[in-house]
C-alpha cells in the first residue's frame, strides 16, 4: 500500500473546538498507510492582494504544506450559516495569486459537527461551493453533518456510539476518493 498523507484544515480555533475534537478523532479510522498533518491557520494575516507577490512566510508554509499532500480534509464548524472567516481567509491566500493554486486538483473531504440539530450542512455547502471554484474534487457522498452531543467522544477522545460505525465507512470512502483523484 502506498503511503498517503492528508493535510487537515480545521476552521475553529477555539481551544475546546468540537471540530478540533472531531479532526483528531477522525485521524484514528483510517488505514494504517494514511497520515494526516493538521495545518495550522490562525497565524494567517487578514488576505491583501496587495501583499500576492510578497506572501508572509505563515502563507508560504500553508501552501508548500497542501502541496506536499495528496488530499484535504475540512472540518469546519458553521458561523452564521456559513463557514469561519479564518477558513476563508486560508482559502484565499493559499489560491493565491491567480494561477499558482496550491488547491488545484486535491481531492477534498468535508465534514463538521455541531450542537445544532443540521449540524453544519450550510457551512458545508458554502465550502463546497468554493472548493468546486478552487478545482478541488469534493467527495459528495456520503455527507457527514457530525451532531455534536454527549458521547459522541469516547474518554480517550475517539469516536464512539452510533457516529463510529458511520465516520469509518466516511473515512472509507474519502481514502478511496484520494486514491482516484490524487495526482
Known amino acids: 500500500m502506498t503511503p498517503t498523507q492528508i493535510a487537515i484544515i480545521v476552521g475553529s480555533l477555539r481551544r475546546d473546538s468540537w471540530n478540533g475534537k472531531l479532526a483528531t478523532a ?7 498507510n494514511v497520515t494526516f498533518k493538521q495545518l495550522q491557520i490562525g497565524d494567517l494575516p487578514l488576505y491583501n492582494q496587495d501583499d500576492d507577490g510578497n506572501q508572509a512566510t505563515s502563507v508560504k508554509r500553508l501552501k508548500s504544506e497542501i502541496i506536499a499532500a495528496q488530499g484535504v480534509l475540512f472540518v469546519t464548524p458553521e458561523y452564521n450559516r456559513s463557514i469561519p472567516g479564518v477558513l476563508k481567509n486560508a ?51 456520503p455527507e457527514a453533518f457530525i451532531h455534536a452531543k454527549e458521547g459522541l467522544f469516547g474518554p480517550d477522545g475517539s469516536i464512539s456510539g452510533d457516529s463510529k460505525a458511520f465516520l469509518l465507512a466516511w473515512m472509507d470512502r474519502y481514502v478511496a476518493w484520494v486514491g482516484k483523484h490524487a495526482a
Not at 473531504?109 to 478541488?136: C, E, F, K, P, W
Open 91 to 141: 482559502l484565499d491566500h493559499a489560491s493565491r495569486p491567480y494561477g499558482q493554486s496550491a488547491w488545484a486538483g486535491k481531492p477534498a473531504g468535508v465534514l463538521g459537527a455541531s450542537i445544532g440539530a443540521i449540524g453544519t450542512a450550510m457551512a458545508q455547502q458554502h465550502l463546497r461551493n468554493v472548493l468546486a471554484y478552487l478545482d478541488m474534487p469534493t467527495l459528495a457522498q
Open 26 to 32: 477522525i485521524t484514528k479510522l483510517a488505514p494504517a
